[in-house]
């Protein structure tokens, strides 16, 4: 089976480019070059010196010793946690930066939901040189304070984005009437391997230094590069896509994906893409995405904003379909108390999004030879406030 991008932007039956006549040469002009730029070797060193010097790359793989014993196997955790900014969204933003200022733009902007992808655009741009301008639905500002003034603090224009539910959809559309309007000098950053074709398979080639990453340091641990499972949380499925790339094509690799399942499959408060979802067109290209039977996309929940969201990355929907990647979810409470055994068990407050991934361990029988990976998306000092309701008084 193949999974790789294909000329059109599919995998298999998903994909595409989706996008209104006024974006075409833009996207176009991506489409055509992104493979050139990021191949080149001198935006390759680049690429890999900030990733080193300023990411903090690689991150560790860390034995989890009490998790391993608890599991009677043998468990690892990615430390994306560790990344410059808390989490792996940095890892894309430092490469289509570079990627926007090789193709001569010269100002960037984004959209934001629950503002990490804002705030990781707007330390990239600080670091550049450029101007930046997120936008960013009211509900989110208010919800998002801290994210806001770190985004302020950087030098980011912030836009709030006042119609429909004035929440990341709605200031995915301001983002792109923005990128109609001034097409010749600005670069769009989409913070997850979602959108129209390039940006998926760009976002997961910038994100794949995770499992590149994780062959070279079991190698070294173990004497074998394969882990036996990796798992990631998937919200767009950018850390997922990175964690799974160097990994598709090892059948005996066994890939699990973790969805929020909010309140419940069947709550009706949910954000689990793959058992909820159907086949449509979101934010550029067609994916499996929650919606009504006349295709209104419906309103998500989970207690983790970072997946909080709608849809998935055409490359999970073809993993789904295909059964290549086998799909699990937790709920809001399953998460919130994985974040709390593993704070407990092993000194690391995982981000809540992370702690979904964390949750599998639960769901699956192990083996003492097992090797898991769990991708450890990043920390949970923004969840505090989520954190404090639930501690014991
Ligand atoms: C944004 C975010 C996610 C979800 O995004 P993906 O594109 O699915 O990786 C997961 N974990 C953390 C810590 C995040 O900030």
Same mark, same amino acid.
């Given at each position: 089976?193949?999974?790789?991008?294909?000329?059109?932007?599919?995998?298999?039956?998903?994909?595409?480019?989706?996008?209104?006549?006024?974006?075409?040469? !833009?996207?176009?002009?991506?489409?055509?070059?992104?493979?050139?730029?990021?191949?080149?070797?001198?935006?390759?060193?680049?690429?890999?010196?900030?990733?080193?010097?300023?990411?903090?790359?690689?991150?560790?793989?860390?034995?989890?010793?009490?998790?391993?014993?608890?599991?009677?196997?043998?468990?690892?955790?990615?430390?994306?946690?560790?990344?410059?900014?808390?989490?792996?969204?940095?890892?894309?933003?430092?490469?289509?930066?570079?990627?926007?200022?090789?193709?001569?733009?010269?100002?960037?902007?984004?959209?934001?939901? /629950?503002?990490?992808?804002?705030?990781?655009?707007?330390?990239?741009?600080?670091?550049?040189?450029?101007?930046?301008?997120?936008?960013?639905?009211?509900?989110?500002?208010?919800?998002?304070?801290? !994210?806001?003034?770190?985004?302020?603090?950087?030098?980011?224009?912030?836009?709030?984005?006042?119609?429909?539910?004035?929440?990341?959809?709605? $200031?995915?559309?301001?983002?792109?009437?923005?990128?109609?309007?001034?097409?010749?000098?600005?670069?769009?950053?989409?913070?997850?391997?979602?959108?129209?074709?390039?940006?998926?398979?760009?976002?997961?080639?910038?994100?794949?230094?995770?499992?590149?990453?994780?062959?070279?340091?079991?190698?070294?641990?173990?004497?074998?590069?394969?882990?036996?499972?990796?798992?990631?949380?998937?919200?767009?499925?950018?850390?997922?896509?990175?964690?799974?790339?160097?990994?598709?094509?090892?059948?005996?690799?066994?890939?699990?994906?973790?969805?929020?399942?909010?309140?419940?499959?069947?709550?009706?408060?949910?954000?689990?893409?793959?058992?909820?979802?159907?086949?449509?067109?979101?934010?550029?290209?067609?994916?499996?995405?929650?919606?009504?039977?006349?295709?209104?996309?419906?309103?998500?929940?989970?207690?983790? /904003?970072?997946?909080?969201?709608?849809?998935?990355?055409?490359?999970?929907?073809?993993?789904?379909?295909?059964?290549? $990647?086998?799909?699990?979810?937790?709920?809001?409470?399953? $998460?919130?108390?994985?974040?709390?055994?593993?704070?407990?068990? $092993?000194?690391?407050?995982?981000?809540?999004?992370?702690?979904?991934?964390?949750?599998?361990?639960?769901?699956?029988?192990?083996?003492?030879?097992?090797?898991?990976?769990?991708?450890?998306?990043?920390?949970?000092?923004?969840?505090?406030?989520?954190?404090?309701?639930?501690?014991?008084?």
């Amino acid at each position: 089976m193949n999974f790789s991008v294909n000329e059109y932007g599919y995998y298999g039956n998903f994909g595409g480019a989706f996008i209104p006549e006024m974006l075409y040469p !833009n996207v176009k002009q991506l489409q055509d070059s992104y493979i050139d730029i990021m191949e080149d070797p001198a935006f390759q060193l680049e690429f890999q010196q900030l990733l080193k010097d300023y990411v903090g790359r690689p991150t560790p793989l860390f034995f989890a010793e009490h998790l391993s014993k608890q599991w009677n196997t043998n468990i690892y955790l990615k430390r994306e946690d560790l990344c410059h900014t808390g989490a792996h969204k940095i890892n894309n933003t430092i490469g289509q930066v570079l990627l926007a200022k090789r193709l001569g733009k010269t100002r960037i902007i984004a959209e934001t939901g /629950a503002g990490q992808h804002g705030v990781a655009t707007a330390t990239v741009c600080a670091l550049m040189g450029l101007p930046c301008v997120v936008y960013m639905g009211e509900k989110d500002m208010a919800r998002q304070a801290s !994210n806001v003034a770190r985004m302020k603090m950087l030098g980011a224009t912030v836009v709030p984005v006042s119609s429909g539910s004035k929440t990341l959809k709605d $200031a995915t559309n301001e983002a792109i009437r923005d990128w109609i309007n001034h097409a010749a000098d600005t670069h769009y950053i989409i913070g997850s391997v979602v959108g129209p074709h390039p940006y998926p398979d760009m976002v997961a080639r910038f994100q794949s230094v995770i499992s590149a990453e994780i062959k070279s340091q079991l190698l070294e641990r173990t004497g074998n590069e394969l882990p036996t499972h990796v798992i990631a949380c998937v919200g767009g499925g950018s850390n997922a896509a990175g964690a799974f790339y160097h990994f598709l094509n090892d059948d005996q690799v066994q890939l699990i994906a973790v969805e929020a399942a909010g309140c419940g499959i069947d709550s009706g408060k949910s954000a689990a893409t793959t058992q909820l979802g159907t086949m449509g067109i979101l934010h550029g290209s067609k994916s499996l995405l929650m919606q009504t039977a006349d295709g209104q996309v419906t309103e998500p929940h989970s207690i983790s /904003a970072g997946l909080d969201y709608p849809g998935i990355g055409p490359l999970h929907a073809h993993l789904f379909e295909s059964g290549r $990647a086998r799909f699990l979810w937790a709920t809001d409470d399953e $998460a919130m108390a994985a974040a709390m055994h593993l704070s407990k068990t $092993a000194g690391i407050i995982p981000a809540l999004e992370s702690a979904h991934a964390l949750h599998a361990l639960t769901q699956l029988e192990w083996k003492p030879s097992d090797v898991v990976v769990i991708c450890l998306s990043g920390r949970g000092d923004k969840d505090l406030d989520t954190y404090m309701k639930n501690l014991p008084s």
